[in-house]
Each structure stands twice: as structure tokens, then as C-alpha cells.
């Protein structure tokens, strides 16, 4: 089985992802890689120093971005497929209609 000619161009950008999301993840790995002793309480969040809390808005955006453009990598791929087909479909049709005349 042959590969299409987009193919190493989606493998490269899937590989360009996974790197730059593994870059951006292995950041807070270092932060969050201190062990800190167990509370025994529960504490406010207005008590709790700023560089102990973690904001949730960045990381919920950069997962919302994330599968976004996994969704529309794969919307875009089968796109690419499904007008291969129709093309190869358009030239059996043809093909067809000129073995019967």
C-alpha cells in the first residue's frame, strides 16, 4: 500500500505537536515535582501563597486548543480522502460509460 503524498507532512506536524505539548507540559512537571508536607486541614484559597495555586484557565485553554486542532487534523484528513475518492470514482464512472458506447 502506497502512501499518500500529504503523508509525511501530517506525520511531521502530529510529531510538531506532540513535542511542543510535551515542551509546555514538562514546564509545570518542574514546579509541581517538590515534595511539600501533607495538610492537615483544609485551607482558603486566599490563604494559600500565589505560587502554590495553580490557574486553571491557561491549562483549560491550551486543552481546549489542543483538541481543537486534533478535530480539525482529522475533519481535514478524511476531507483530503473523501476527494480522492470522488476523483477515483469519477474516473470509473468515465470508464465505464465509455466501455458501454
Given at each position: 500500500?502506497?502512501?499518500?503524498?500529504?503523508?509525511?507532512?501530517?506525520?511531521?506536524?502530529?510529531?510538531?505537536?506532540?513535542?511542543?505539548?510535551?515542551?509546555?507540559?514538562?514546564?509545570?512537571?518542574?514546579?509541581?515535582?517538590?515534595?511539600?508536607?501533607?495538610?492537615?486541614?483544609?485551607?482558603?484559597?486566599?490563604?494559600?501563597?500565589?505560587?502554590?495555586?495553580?490557574?486553571?484557565?491557561?491549562?483549560?485553554?491550551?486543552?481546549?486548543?489542543?483538541?481543537?486542532?486534533?478535530?480539525?487534523?482529522?475533519?481535514?484528513?478524511?476531507?483530503?480522502?473523501?476527494?480522492?475518492?470522488?476523483?477515483?470514482?469519477?474516473?470509473?464512472?468515465?470508464?465505464?460509460e465509455?466501455?458501454q458506447?
Open positions: 500500500m502506497t502512501r499518500p503524498s500529504w503523508f509525511p507532512r501530517m506525520t511531521a506536524g502530529v510529531v510538531l505537536i506532540l513535542v511542543v505539548s510535551t515542551m509546555m507540559g514538562g514546564a509545570s512537571l518542574d514546579a509541581s515535582s517538590q515534595i511539600q508536607p501533607a495538610q492537615d486541614e483544609f485551607v482558603p484559597l486566599e490563604q494559600v501563597p500565589p505560587e502554590d495555586q495553580l490557574p486553571a484557565a491557561p491549562l483549560l485553554v491550551g486543552a481546549y486548543i489542543l483538541i481543537w486542532l486534533a478535530v480539525l487534523a482529522y475533519v481535514w484528513s478524511i476531507w483530503r480522502r473523501m476527494m480522492t475518492v470522488e476523483r477515483e470514482l469519477a474516473i470509473l464512472a468515465k470508464s465505464c465509455d466501455q458506447v
